[in-house]
């Protein structure tokens, strides 16, 4: 995992040059189906939509209309993920599992 990837919306990676780069790709869930072949979704910012597609466990917040951060690299515009994180609030990320830690 390239520790210095780029946080990416989907306008940015629409507008081209991330091909074959390892970028955070944040927005809007939309579209979502999970399949045997594991999860497709669509990330947007209300501007572009970007197609993703995940071969992991889906996190529990997992649902339309969650921002989330996925991991991975560009491949003809396609988000080929190997991490999905699910904002549980503004400013924190709930990663693949249970809920958010709480704090005292």
Known sequence: MNASAEFVTPTSVEGGGYDGEWVNLEGQVGELEQTNEGLRFTVTDNNTTVPV???GEMPETMAENRIVV???SVED???????VSV???DDEEQGEGGPP???A
């Open 53 to 55: 597609v995940y071969d």
């Open 70 to 72: 996925a991991k991975g």
């Open 77 to 83: 515009g396609t988000l080929q993920a190997s991490e």
């Open 87 to 89: 904002r549980a609030h």
């Open 101 to 103: 830690e709480e704090h």
